[in-house]
């Protein structure tokens, strides 16, 4: 549509500034032609809804989202990476104005949490979003595997691979990161259900084609942590050969031996090993 040809040009400058920040980027996959079909595919979407600021009939800014429930079975908007661009010469006040507006239309349907992905290269974006009340949820980093250095090796902690005779200590450790997200200063509640589901993915991930590796750690022939690398999905947020360390955890009576670190060690030199690059 007209609208998505013009909603797709000011993502592509956005992108091209957020290049001049994050070099890596230059290795992602934003053609213009992909963008477009990419905000098609959300707009045809029912579960999405945004908006657009029009300055004499040409679009200078936009914000959409789409509707999802979340483990505690509430309907929250998650805006995607292509979810906000506003043209080169606006400012916060824009984006402001554009969230005001939209927040309604979201408050409306019943979704009153919001998850924004945003860029950090152009300031603009992150700026406006704290200074309308959004806070840090998460973080993604990007590291060059030639630029990794090796950890001291602990050799009383062995390393792994998982198969599907590992999937009981896999759902074993599965409360591992909920454990913390259940407590300050997160409070994140599960319900049983979910908590099922979890362990169930656990198990599955030895068996998941997305999943590149899983790895145990043992220390004193005992389960002490994993880490979970599987395939990173190709878009202009990541470099097109990148894996992705989706978690990792350690059991916390084994903490402080350096489980976290041998993992690592393993991880990046086997996806390095593999022909991936970030």
């Given at each position: 549509?007209?609208?998505?040809?013009?909603?797709?040009?000011?993502?592509e400058q956005r992108q091209i500034d957020e290049i001049k920040v994050f070099q890596f980027l230059e290795d992602t996959v934003y053609q213009k032609n992909?963008?477009?079909?990419?905000?098609?595919?959300?707009?045809?979407?029912?579960?999405?809804?945004?908006?657009?600021?029009?300055?004499?009939?040409?679009?200078?800014?936009?914000?959409?989202?789409?509707?999802?429930?979340?483990?505690?079975?509430?309907?929250?908007?998650?805006?995607?990476?292509?979810?906000?661009?506003?043209?080169?010469?606006?400012?916060?006040?824009?984006?402001?104005?554009?969230?005001?507006?939209?927040?309604?239309?979201?408050?409306?349907?019943?979704?009153?949490?919001?998850?924004?992905?945003?860029?950090?290269?152009?300031?603009?974006?992150?700026?406006?979003?704290?200074?309308?009340?959004?806070?840090?949820?998460?973080?993604?980093?990007?590291?060059?595997?030639?630029?990794?250095?090796?950890?001291?090796?602990?050799?009383?902690?062995?390393?792994?691979?998982?198969?599907?005779?590992?999937?009981?200590?896999?759902?074993?450790?599965?409360?591992?990161?909920?454990?913390?997200?259940?407590?300050?200063?997160?409070?994140?509640?599960?319900?049983?259900?979910?908590?099922?589901?979890?362990?169930?993915?656990?198990?599955?991930?030895?068996?998941?084609?997305?999943?590149?590796?899983?790895?145990?750690?043992?220390?004193?022939?005992?389960?002490?942590?994993?880490?979970?690398?599987?395939?990173?999905?190709?878009?202009?947020?990541?470099?097109?050969?990148?894996?992705?360390?989706?978690?990792?955890?350690?059991?916390?009576?084994?903490?402080?031996?350096?489980?976290?670190?041998?993992?690592?060690?393993?991880?990046?030199?086997?996806?390095?090993?593999?022909?991936?690059?970030?």
């Amino acid at each position: 549509s007209k609208d998505c040809k013009q909603m797709a040009s000011l993502f592509e400058q956005r992108q091209i500034d957020e290049i001049k920040v994050f070099q890596f980027l230059e290795d992602t996959v934003y053609q213009k032609n992909d963008i477009v079909h990419q905000l098609d595919h959300f707009f045809n979407h029912e579960q999405t809804m945004g908006i657009g600021a029009f300055r004499d009939d040409v679009l200078i800014g936009y914000l959409f989202g789409y509707q999802k429930s979340n483990r505690s079975k509430d309907s929250i908007i998650v805006v995607p990476y292509l979810g906000l661009a506003i043209h080169q010469t606006d400012d916060e006040l824009l984006i402001k104005m554009i969230y005001q507006e939209v927040s309604k239309l979201w408050l409306k349907n019943g979704c009153a949490t919001h998850h924004i992905t945003t860029p950090l290269g152009n300031k603009t974006y992150m700026n406006a979003l704290l200074h309308l009340s959004f806070a840090y949820d998460q973080a993604y980093a990007i590291l060059d595997v030639n630029d990794y250095k090796q950890f001291p090796l602990n050799h009383e902690i062995d390393i792994k691979k998982a198969t599907v005779n590992d999937q009981d200590v896999l759902e074993g450790m599965s409360s591992i990161i909920q454990s913390h997200q259940h407590d300050s200063p997160v409070y994140g509640p599960y319900h049983q259900e979910v908590l099922e589901l979890f362990k169930q993915g656990y198990r599955n991930l030895v068996t998941d084609e997305d999943i590149i590796d899983v790895w145990i750690a043992s220390y004193d022939e005992k389960p002490a942590g994993f880490q979970v690398m599987e395939l990173s999905e190709k878009g202009p947020m990541t470099p097109s050969d990148t894996a992705e360390l989706s978690v990792q955890g350690t059991i916390e009576s084994f903490r402080g031996l350096g489980i976290g670190k041998s993992l690592m060690n393993q991880g990046i030199t086997d996806i390095k090993t593999k022909g991936y690059r970030y």
